[in-house]
């Protein structure tokens, strides 16, 4: 329930903080104290279309906070958390509105949209008038109304999950069968692939390995020719080794002759002759490494070209071919059970569809026997609100070939204001008055059922007589015992009633400066304010005495 309203700067309050408690409570006032203020700034703080003209005049913005107790289990907690808010303890709704026209929102103190404050506005409060074009009198409103009333919203419930479940088969019927027509305009071509990738046989990884085995051997071949003509002036008939190694064997016998002048020169020539050797030696095992058959060399090649052909050929790179053989292979397997996979999926279509139309049935078997219910309750309400020659009926136009996930039915509420009138939607045949005492009637019968946990009746009781105004009391009296109900009126049989009554007044801010006030009234002072209501701006006696019996009386 709504717990409190503080508002700042909008219109004529500066500033204003009330309390609200449960039951029923009655704002009171003369005409243009600000009553209809009230309402809007709470309007806004439920995400009403903000206006730079709700600003007081001299202020650059103004805010309204409302705050709200409502259980943990609550739909509007879980929409919160499904925005990624924190919902802990009071749920607390603020707005900002600038004199410019730019506006600001926050739920629980963190930045969010109009759109979600508008969401969980009308899940926490329902706003009713004379004139009032939303709520009970939308159409798409009074199927859930029917059924909360019922006690079918489960059945409902399940009834969209059969929908659903339907519409899935459906779908999966559908795209299977696509696949199965698409492969089948395909299936030669398919074949002719399959068999193609089947005798390629393409690996995961095989270009990239191909690729290098090629480059390797590619340049050992270019470095082939100079490795042979190293081995050729090292090893072969030009070689200087054997002369090398002739020279040295003579300059060794000389050196005996001449000691110690050729010692050196016999061992650089050693050295040098060792090197060679060493340098044959490396030449011959370079050889044996860079050593390739040249078919190898082909293979691989040819490998690697048929790889890259097919890749253009079939619009991928060589990488996803063993994935395209898959698809391929997937695609002739549901070609070649197609027709049996469709008749399965057909009969889950049929079967969901069954499940569907049996609970739709049932669904819509019981809003049968909870609209005449509802009829009724509704009927029973309104002689005492002087419309005893009126009728309401809750019609359902149902067709069990225009499915959705709400069953068969269309609901609406219909009314009859006289007889021999023609009866039709209450929203285009009811007036004013009689708009809201239809619409009282209705949350009458639907009690907490169906309802948010804040109902604000504006002026509902305008236009009627003394024994109307004391049957609308009566009514939202009864209403108060499971919902909060707050009501603007202007009849003193409605104020007697409250059991919170809040005086709505125009203030002297300064001398060039008015504003509105609000003050929860004692018993004195209430009964002073309903002998006001009954005999206007002289307040007498009798006025007094008869405000007493009003408080007095027993609901």
């Given at each position: ?19 609200f ?84 929102v ?8 109009v ?22 009198v ?32 459906e ?56 490795i ?37 020169v ?20 370079a ?47 549901d ?6 996979q ?90 004013g ?37 004391d ?9 108060s015992?499971?919902v ?19 005086l709505i ?12 006030r ?12 309903i ?25």
């Open positions: 329930m709504l717990t409190h309203l503080s508002i700042r700067d909008i219109v004529l309050i500066d500033r204003l903080d009330l309390t408690e449960s039951g029923l409570s009655v704002l009171t006032g003369e005409t243009g104290a600000g009553k209809s203020i009230l309402l809007d700034s709470l309007s806004l703080a439920l995400g009403a279309r903000g206006d730079g003209d709700l600003v007081r005049e001299g202020s650059e913005r103004g805010q309204v906070t409302a705050v709200f107790d409502v259980p943990a289990d609550h739909p509007a907690r879980g929409l919160i958390r499904e925005n990624g808010l924190e919902d802990d303890g009071d749920l607390i709704f603020r707005r900002t509105q600038g004199a410019d026209g730019r506006t600001k926050y739920i629980n103190d963190q930045p969010a949209s759109s979600l404050m508008r969401q969980l506005g009308k899940l926490l409060v329902e706003i009713h008038g004379q004139h009032d074009d939303r709520a009970l939308e159409p798409d409103a009074h199927r859930l109304l029917l059924d909360a009333f019922g006690g079918l919203t489960g059945q409902a419930r399940d009834v969209s999950r059969c929908y659903q479940a339907w519409r899935l088969a779908r999966a019927h559908r795209e299977h069968r696509e696949k199965v027509e698409e492969a089948a305009r395909e299936a030669d071509y398919l074949r002719d692939s399959v068999d193609e990738l089947e005798r390629l046989g393409p690996i995961d990884g095989e270009e990239d390995d191909l690729a290098e085995r090629r480059a390797t051997m590619m340049k050992a071949e270019k470095i082939a020719a100079d042979n003509e190293a081995q050729d002036i090292l090893s072969g008939q030009t070689s200087p080794v054997p002369l090398l190694n002739s020279l040295l064997r003579k300059l060794e016998r000389k050196s005996a002759e001449v000691p110690g002048l050729l010692d050196n016999i061992a650089a020539m050693d050295g040098a002759i060792n090197q060679l050797a060493d340098a044959q030696m490396a030449v011959d095992t050889i044996a490494e860079a050593e390739f058959d040249p078919r190898e060399l082909e293979d691989c090649e040819e490998r690697l070209f048929a790889l890259r052909a097919a890749s253009r050929k079939y619009s991928v790179p060589v990488s996803e071919l063993p994935a395209l053989a898959e698809r391929m292979v997937a695609a002739l397997a070609l070649d059970a197609g027709e049996e469709l008749a399965l999926l057909a009969t889950k279509v049929d079967e969901a569809l069954s499940v569907y139309r049996t609970a739709a049935a049932a669904l819509s078997e019981g809003r049968q026997a909870a609209a005449e219910t509802l009829s009724a309750a509704v009927m029973a309400e309104l002689p005492a609100l002087k419309l005893d020659r009126a009728r309401f009926t809750v019609e359902i136009a149902s067709d069990a070939e225009q499915l959705s996930a709400d069953g068969f039915d269309q609901v609406a509420f219909h009314v009859q204001t006289n007889p021999g009138t023609r009866a039709g939607p209450i929203l285009k045949v009811a007036s008055g009689e708009l809201s005492r239809f619409l009282l009637a209705l949350k009458v019968a639907l009690a907490d059922r169906g309802s948010a946990p804040t109902l604000v009746f504006d002026e509902i009781d305008t236009g009627v007589g003394g024994a109307v105004a049957a609308i009391g009566q009514r939202l009296k009864r209403l015992d499971t909060q109900v707050l009501s603007v009126t202007h009849a003193p049989q409605v104020a007697a009633r409250a059991s919170t009554h809040l007044a125009k203030g002297v801010k300064s001398k060039d400066s008015l504003t509105t609000v003050r929860t009234m004692d018993d004195a002072s209430r009964q002073e304010e002998a006001r209501m009954l005999a206007g701006a002289t307040i007498t006696d009798e006025a007094r005495a008869a405000a007493g019996r009003l408080l007095s009386e027993d609901v």
